[in-house]
Nanobody
Framework: QVQLVESGGGLVQPGGSLRLSCAAP????????MGWYRQVPGKERELVAR???????NYADSVKGRFTISRDNAKNTVYLQMNSLKPEDTAVYYC???????????WGQGTQVTVSS
């Protein structure tokens, strides 16, 4: 079973910053578009940001200019730097590895991010 290991969630005040990390097995990481999604109770999981192997990125409009996704191919790790956090960013954040060739998705266990004063 493929395991994506996330870390970095927690409680932060509005305007603060957090960095999420997700480590994946090398054979999966190198062949995947890596992404971060988030979900709040009662709503569908939504894309936050994703990054291809060559570094091409996509962001949800709601996080553009505040969040930055990056990947370290040597460490098989993807990061999500979140700045200027807002209460509406509160959610469980999930790491995703999407293997486009096989249309397979792998998910992390989720990490809670809470933005509150």
């Amino acid at each position: 079973q493929v395991q994506l290991v996330e870390s970095g969630g927690g409680l932060v005040q509005p305007g603060g910053s957090l960095r999420l990390s997700c480590a994946a097995p090398g054979r999966i990481f190198s062949a995947s578009v890596m992404g971060w999604y988030r979900q709040v109770p009662g709503k569908e999981r939504e894309l936050v940001a994703r990054i291809g192997g060559g570094g091409t990125t996509n962001y949800a409009d709601s996080v553009k200019g505040r969040f930055t996704i990056s990947r370290d191919n040597a460490k098989n790790t993807v990061y999500l730097q979140m700045n200027s956090l807002k209460p509406e960013d509160t959610a469980v954040y999930y790491c995703n590895a999407h293997r486009t060739v096989f249309a397979l998705d792998y998910w992390g266990q989720g990490t809670q991010v809470t933005v509150s004063s």
